[in-house]
């Protein structure tokens, strides 16, 4: 079965910068669309940014700006370059990859802090 692993969080200061990794088990581009999401407790979860299996980028309006979202395809992993940092940007992380057709599956990987704090 598809396996995310998503590294990369952690503790850091507001204008800060961090990393996120999410290496998939399999080939990234079998997947309609690959993402990350978040999730600030008490909140819903909600979509920071997609990839498509093209390699069309979308951004939330949250995240524009200050976070960008990348691929390397022989690496089968997909990053999340976060700059900027607010503490709004408090959250679980986690990474999505959602298959092809016309009902399609979403796995999830298990998530990873990212606390912005001073």
């Known amino acids: 079965q598809v396996q995310l692993v998503e590294s990369g969080g952690g503790l850091v200061q507001p204008g800060g910068s961090l990393r996120l990794s999410c290496a998939a088990s399999?080939?990234?581009?079998?997947?309609?669309?690959m993402g990350w999401y978040r999730q600030a407790p008490g909140k819903e979860r909600e979509l920071v940014a997609t990839?498509?299996?093209?390699?069309?980028?979308n951004h939330a309006d949250s995240a524009k700006g200050r976070f960008t979202i990348s691929r390397d395809v022989a690496k089968n992993t997909v990053y999340l370059q976060m700059n900027s940092l607010k503490p709004e940007d408090t959250a679980v992380y986690y990474c999505?990859?959602?298959?092809?057709?016309?009902?399609?599956?979403?796995?999830w990987g298990q998530g990873t802090q990212v606390t912005v704090s001073s």
């Open positions: 399999g080939n990234i581009r079998s997947f309609k669309n």
């Open positions: 990839i498509t299996t093209g390699g069309i980028r």
């Open positions: 999505n990859a959602q298959t092809m057709g016309w009902r399609p599956y979403d796995y």
